[in-house]
């Protein structure tokens, strides 16, 4: 028996969001012919997307308000340029994965012309800008959720949602020596993680923070050892760029945060899906961020929730340390460092449970729902 086929957009432009959109894709081939359109990271783009030409997809790694306006004329560009292509093809489905704001836009046009809208990864509705809720009760027919507790706040908002799970409950720790032979590195040393971002403003604003903070674990322990995994080549170019990069023993490789990870007890981790990614493979994360002055002064008037990091926002908890904007120094990350050292089962016993409140209905299950839809 013949598939259907069906006209499928996608924009799934985030580091992280592109290995969502491609196991959705995954999952809808079992089901449907596809015919794919839109844009992607790597994962994505091997699924025979057909996307504008002359875009590139970290064009559209920009965040908070600041920058994104300095960059408005190139994302209009591509906002219009990936309507056109999905309005000329006649699409049947919109998946927007991470980027919410981003994706509203085509939401709202789509479903104007009868498309099927889904939302992979829900805007943080339930932290802050609630008001975002009458947007996507308009305009999305189905947000598929990371997180129960998000599940929870829709229902109370009588939306329908739907589980998806987050893939880190899949995660297990890399073995240790096969992740030495790997690197090359030496079995005898005290490795800790450094996660500085998958953006180069978040490298720019970090790396020397971190930097420094090395230098004083360094001081503290010659044993210790950096492992710096970055997210591609032209963000590790700009990692080793950091002013004093080699006064540090380190190893700094693309795609290697779960290898690197999983040797680490401790991480020193910029917030957002790598503290969780952390978690889950037995790092024990130092959660930091800090961005431009202005962005940080509206930024904190809209956010409603006691917690950053997503270990904390999962436990309910303040466990993990948290260094925002001014509270970032290096001096406070060594002083994070030793406490955790200190507590260290503690702070293990902890990690014991966050899989648990992620593991949803997953993706063959996603793809039924969306079949549902159509």
């Known amino acids: 028996m013949s598939k259907r086929k069906i006209k499928v957009g996608i924009i799934a432009a985030e580091h992280s969001g592109d290995r969502l959109g491609f196991k959705l894709v995954e999952a809808l081939q079992d089901i449907f012919d596809i015919d794919l359109y ?18 590139d997809y970290q064009d559209l790694h920009v965040m908070g308000l600041i920058d994104p306006l300095i960059h408005l004329p190139k994302i209009l560009s591509i906002r219009k340029k990936l309507l056109n292509l999905f309005i000329s093809n006649d699409i049947d489905i919109f998946i927007g994965v991470d980027s919410p704001d981003f994706n509203m836009f085509f939401h709202k046009k789509l479903k104007s012309r009868s498309v099927k809208t889904i939302q992979v990864v829900s805007p943080s509705v339930w932290g802050w800008r609630e008001n975002r809720i009458k947007s996507i009760k308009a305009y999305v027919d189905l947000i598929m959720c990371l997180f129960k507790f998000e599940c929870d706040f829709y229902d109370q908002k009588n939306m329908q949602s739907f589980f998806l799970g987050h893939p880190f409950s899949q995660l297990k720790p890399k073995n240790n020596d096969e992740v030495i032979k790997k690197h090359s590195l030496d079995a005898s040393r005290d490795f800790v993680s450094i996660l500085p971002g998958s953006r180069a403003s978040e490298i720019s604003q970090l790396m020397p923070v971190y930097l420094d903070a090395a230098k004083k674990l360094l001081n503290k322990n010659a044993n210790r050892f950096f492992l710096i ?9 700009m990692i080793q760029s950091t002013n004093g990069m080699n006064e540090i023993p380190h190893r700094l490789s693309i795609d290697s945060a779960q290898d690197f990870l999983s040797l680490s007890s401790i991480s020193i981790v910029t917030s957002g899906t790598a503290s969780l990614e952390a978690a889950v493979l037995g790092s024990v994360p130092i959660i930091c961020y800090k961005t431009n002055k202005l962005n940080y002064a509206i930024l904190s008037r809209l956010v409603r929730t006691p917690f950053v990091g997503l270990p904390n926002l999962l436990l309910q908890d303040h466990i993990f340390p948290e260094l925002i904007q001014q509270d970032l120094t290096p001096e406070a990350i060594v002083n994070s460092f030793s406490e955790i050292s200190s507590e260290a089962q503690k702070y293990q016993s902890y990690l014991s449970q966050i899989n648990d409140s992620m593991l949803g209905e997953g993706f063959e299950v996603a793809a039924g729902a969306i079949d549902n839809l159509l």
């Open 38 to 55: 839109g844009l992607g990271g790597p994962e994505v783009a091997s699924q025979n997307i057909i996307s504008p030409s002359e875009i």
């Open 229 to 237: 995994p970055a997210a591609n080549k032209k963000l590790a170019e």
